[in-house]
């Protein structure tokens, strides 16, 4: 078996616990938690070896609490740790012409969970671009320079920056993550041409009544454009009673999509090192090999290898320069 997972917060996680660490740069550098057997991340270097993870897409993510003045440079620092300490051992998918399976290598995708690091400034996108990032979330739940979140009640759409934003995003090739975005927001991206559009850890609002999760609109929509939608383990976007929710929970939601016309366009995006509660015997990536075999209990190995590792791979293939 193969995995890709569209979605973690291991970047986040590790800048968090080093502004906590106080170690000295040196000993911080000998300190690679991403390494470390008994790492504190659900993603870990180990977990995506035992997972068998041919992909691992790290998100940026900086939290509300830090002022605007100060937001470029925390998204500038969980770069650099990316560059420091995971991205010698994940290699980043940049070259598609080289980035072939059957290899023993991890890759890895760089991402922006909001895009409230660029103010209202493109040169600021073209810079994270030529630091490898591929793929922007244009809003976390609430409102930026670029758009309403999915947690805004007005339900704002895109700004005219957050046009102009998703239009340069188009012209460098940049993928669209359409999760955490206010559903007007969203027709707003899908209505711009040529889009490359991705909901990167978001579930079927038909399951879960949750903010966070898609109409069948919108499924229908990001297939239409021939998009991809990670199914992903946090329990509030998965069940109602997500005190008690299991992996099985998942597969009601994966069916759904299927049922629309999506059976290319199903990927996973755990959130791993991003939720508080988890999924009851899905928690971290080491958790990945006992979860694809319940998808092979259920569905047709075809399908559940398109699902866990062929969608996203080809998805990515095609997308980035």
Request: with cysteine.
């Given at each position: 078996?193969?995995?890709?997972?569209?979605?973690?917060?291991?970047?986040?996680?590790?800048?968090?616990?080093?502004?906590?660490?106080?170690?000295?740069?040196?000993?911080?550098?000998?300190?690679?938690?991403?390494?470390?057997?008994?790492?504190?991340?659900?993603?870990?270097?180990?977990?995506?070896?035992?997972?068998?993870?041919?992909?691992?897409?790290?998100?940026?993510?900086?939290?509300?609490?830090?002022?605007?003045?100060?937001?470029?440079?925390?998204?500038?620092?969980?770069?650099?740790?990316?560059?420091?300490?995971?991205?010698?051992?994940?290699?980043?998918?940049?070259?598609?012409?080289?980035?072939?399976?059957?290899?023993?290598?991890?890759?890895?995708?760089?991402?922006?969970?909001?895009?409230?690091?660029?103010?209202?400034?493109?040169?600021?996108?073209?810079?994270?671009?030529?630091?490898?990032?591929?793929?922007?979330?244009?809003?976390?739940?609430?409102?930026?320079?670029?758009?309403?979140?999915?947690?805004?009640k007005r339900n704002g759409g895109l700004t005219n920056f957050g046009r102009e934003c998703v239009k340069e995003m188009v012209r460098l090739g940049m993928i669209v993550d359409v999760s955490h975005l206010s559903e007007r927001g969203f027709w707003d991206?899908?209505?711009?041409?040529?889009?490359?559009?991705?909901?990167?850890?978001?579930?079927?609002?038909?399951?879960?009544?949750?903010?966070?999760?898609?109409?069948?609109?919108?499924?229908?929509?990001?297939?239409?454009?021939?998009?991809?939608?990670?199914?992903?383990?946090?329990?509030?976007?998965?069940?109602?009673?997500?005190?008690?929710?299991?992996?099985?929970?998942?597969?009601?939601?994966?069916?759904?999509?299927?049922?629309?016309?999506?059976?290319?366009?199903?990927?996973?995006?755990?959130?791993?090192?991003?939720?508080?509660?988890?999924?009851?015997?899905?928690?971290?990536?080491?958790?990945?090999?006992?979860?694809?075999?319940?998808?092979?209990?259920?569905?047709?190995?075809?399908?559940?290898?398109?699902?866990?590792?062929?969608?996203?791979?080809?998805?990515?293939?095609?997308?980035?320069?």
């Amino acid at each position: 078996m193969y995995w890709i997972d569209n979605h973690c917060d291991v970047l986040y996680q590790m800048w968090k616990r080093g502004r906590d660490d106080n170690f000295s740069e040196s000993k911080r550098k000998q300190k690679n938690l991403f390494l470390m057997d008994d790492s504190p991340f659900d993603a870990s270097y180990a977990a995506l070896k035992h997972s068998n993870a041919l992909l691992q897409n790290f998100a940026i993510f900086v939290p509300d609490h830090i002022p605007q003045t100060g937001k470029l440079g925390v998204t500038l620092k969980q770069i650099d740790l990316f560059y420091q300490n995971i991205e010698p051992y994940v290699c980043l998918f940049q070259n598609r012409n080289n980035n072939e399976l059957g290899t023993e290598k991890i890759y890895s995708v760089l991402s922006l969970e909001g895009a409230d690091a660029l103010g209202n400034d493109l040169s600021i996108l073209r810079l994270l671009y030529r630091l490898g990032v591929r793929q922007v979330g244009l809003t976390w739940n609430y409102a930026n320079a670029l758009a309403d979140g999915c947690k805004e009640k007005r339900n704002g759409g895109l700004t005219n920056f957050g046009r102009e934003c998703v239009k340069e995003m188009v012209r460098l090739g940049m993928i669209v993550d359409v999760s955490h975005l206010s559903e007007r927001g969203f027709w707003d991206v899908v209505s711009i041409p040529n889009i490359l559009v991705m909901a990167s850890h978001s579930n079927c609002l038909k399951y879960c009544n949750h903010p966070r999760n898609l109409t069948d609109d919108q499924i229908r929509a990001i297939i239409s454009l021939d998009g991809l939608i990670g199914i992903t383990y946090v329990p509030q976007f998965v069940v109602k009673s997500y005190q008690s929710a299991t992996p099985n929970h998942l597969l009601p939601h994966i069916e759904h999509i299927q049922y629309l016309g999506g059976e290319n366009h199903i990927a996973f995006g755990s959130d791993f090192d991003g939720m508080v509660n988890k999924l009851t015997g899905l928690s971290s990536a080491m958790d990945i090999p006992a979860f694809y075999k319940t998808l092979m209990s259920y569905f047709p190995s075809n399908l559940v290898n398109k699902w866990s590792y062929l969608n996203a791979y080809y998805f990515y293939k095609n997308s980035i320069r």
